[in-house]
């Protein structure tokens, strides 16, 4: 499986502001995605980060909130923006392997003050 | 229905015992079943996927899927405290790009 990497692991941020958040990857992969998890919820995707063309946002997450870069195939970065507390979660990347199987990055702890 | 649906327990079994851990799905998904396992404060860690009736094996791990009956279970022999976590189970959606859609997640607990 991939190595995956997030930066930073945790911050807090005041209202209003903006994070943003890198995901990094030791080998080439396809296919980027972008989670949240609220706190003690189940895992909700924001949007597939795909290199060469516009991330795919899922039902009710917006580019202006969450805009997405996907510079190459081993980084990608998801910015949240005019953030509020209701954005406090942990914000976390995977990648899908060859095997059809995703693993995710260690996460970023987010809490919005 | 929800797409994948998950007991959220907390379930508790005694150290040594197997635990059963049971999700259902919709016709919304597509054949392809995860477990992950998610300690407290950690990412979830890919435990077994799935992709054909029957059952696959992997150490003290053992993944179901029945068609027919639209679940997917994982059962863990030899419970071990270290086994505490949530489970969390996951199935790629039909036509969206390599989505996952995520249970909402078992809590387990392992007494000694």
């Known amino acids: 499986s991939a190595v995956i990497s997030q930066k930073p692991s945790r911050d807090i941020c005041q209202r209003g502001t903006s994070l943003t958040i890198q995901c990094q990857v030791d080998?080439?992969?396809?296919?980027m995605f972008w989670y949240r998890q609220q706190p003690g919820q189940s895992l909700t995707l924001i949007a597939t980060?795909?290199?060469?063309?516009?991330?795919?946002?899922e039902s009710g997450f917006v580019i202006d909130k969450f805009p997405i870069s996907r510079p190459n195939l081993t980084f990608s970065t998801l910015t949240v923006s005019n953030m509020s507390p209701e954005d406090s979660s942990i914000y976390l990347c995977?990648?899908?392997?060859?095997?059809?199987?995703?693993?995710f990055g260690p996460g970023t702890r987010l809490t919005v003050t | 229905q929800k797409e994948v649906e998950q007991n959220s327990g907390p379930l508790s079994v005694p150290e040594g015992a197997i635990a059963s851990l049971n999700c259902t799905y919709s016709?919304?998904?597509?054949?392809?079943f995860f477990w992950y396992r998610q300690y407290s404060g950690k990412s979830p860690e890919l435990i077994m996927s799935?992709?054909?009736?029957g059952d696959k094996e992997d150490g003290r791990f053992t993944a179901q899927l029945n068609k027919a009956s639209q679940y997917v279970s994982l059962l863990i022999r030899d419970s071990q405290p270290s086994d505490s976590a949530t489970y969390l189970c996951?199935?790629?959606?039909?036509?969206?790009?390599?989505?996952?859609?995520f249970g909402q997640g078992t809590e387990l607990s392992v007494k000694p």
């Open positions: 799935i992709y054909s009736n």
């Open positions: 995977s990648v899908e392997s060859g095997e059809d199987e995703q693993y």
């Open positions: 016709d919304r998904v597509s054949q392809s």
């Open positions: 996951a199935a790629r959606g039909y036509n969206q790009g390599g989505k996952l859609i």
């Open positions: 980060a795909n290199q060469g063309s516009e991330a795919t946002y």
């Open positions: 080998s080439q992969v396809t296919m």
